[in-house]
T-cell receptor
Framework: GAVVSQHPSWVICKSGTSVKIECRSLDFQATTMFWYRQFPKQSLMLMATSNEGSKATYEQGVEKDKFLINHASLTLSTLTVTSAHPEDSSFYIC????????????FGPGTRLLVL | DAKTTQPPSMDCAEGRAANLPCNHSTISGNEYVYWYRQIHSQGPQYIIHGLKNNETNEMASLIITEDRKSSTLILPHATLRDTAVYYCIVYGQNFVFGPGTRLSVLP
């Protein structure tokens, strides 16, 4: 139980285009989903927290207009990187928890984005 | 969120127990200790968590000191597939990932 998937696993795009990444909880309903970013040889950094049906809460320094997050259902959250640039190239990882607070987070396999 | 301190790297012989320490001296009374691991180019995998009592599951054991200022993750019989970065996280409001411990299981 507690499986989280992400799609796509790999994406290469041209600078200036937008990329959408999906995060799905496959066998449970996720009230809260999280989006992280990980640069090479660094640890995960939380980008934003989203609760189903409400606006995402972004961490300091993360541009909400650039990283659009939608959590329209209890099993799906999407992250759209708008007008992607090479510096946005990174490993994007989502996680999901049944509830907020201190509930265990289950992580997806990650999406590797390369912007040319 | 309380800060954690872990050794940057450790080696362990295959088949032996791997004991990974974590210091969290500023932990608050209602904050849980979580352990995750990340194998190269994959998302973090949940291992175990606890509040005050020691915990054991099919993957590992978690020993938390009585004052809760430190804990140890024990992999009882390490295999080559346990080679990964192990993260100790004190869960208050957010999961804050530190650099973790890179565990290398050697044949």
């Amino acid at each position: 139980g507690a499986v989280v998937s992400q799609h796509p696993s790999w994406v290469i795009c041209k600078s200036g285009t937008s990329v959408k990444i999906e995060c799905r909880s496959l066998d449970f309903q996720a009230t809260t989903m999280f989006w992280y970013r990980q640069f090479p040889k660094q640890s995960l950094m939380l980008m934003a927290t989203s609760n189903e049906g409400s606006k995402a809460t972004y961490e300091q320094g993360v541009e909400k207009d650039k990283f659009l997050i939608n959590h329209a259902s209890l099993t799906l959250s999407t992250l759209t990187v708008t007008s992607a640039h090479p510096e946005d190239s990174s490993f994007y990882i989502c996680s999901a928890s049944r509830q907020g607070g201190q509930e265990t987070q289950y992580f997806g396999p990650g999406t590797r984005l390369l912007v040319l | 969120d309380a800060k954690t301190t872990q050794p940057p790297s450790m080696d362990c012989a295959e088949g032996r127990a791997a004991n990974l320490p974590c210091n969290h001296s500023t932990i608050s009374g209602n904050e849980y200790v979580y352990w995750y691991r990340q194998i190269h180019s994959q998302g973090p995998q949940y291992i175990i968590h606890g509040l005050k009592n020691n915990e054991t599951n099919e993957m590992a054991s978690l020993i938390i000191t009585e004052d809760r200022k430190s804990s140890t993750l024990i992999l009882p019989h390490a295999t080559l597939r346990d080679t990964a970065v192990y993260y100790c996280i004190v869960y208050g409001q957010n999961f804050v990932f530190g650099p973790g411990t890179r565990l290398s299981v050697l044949p």
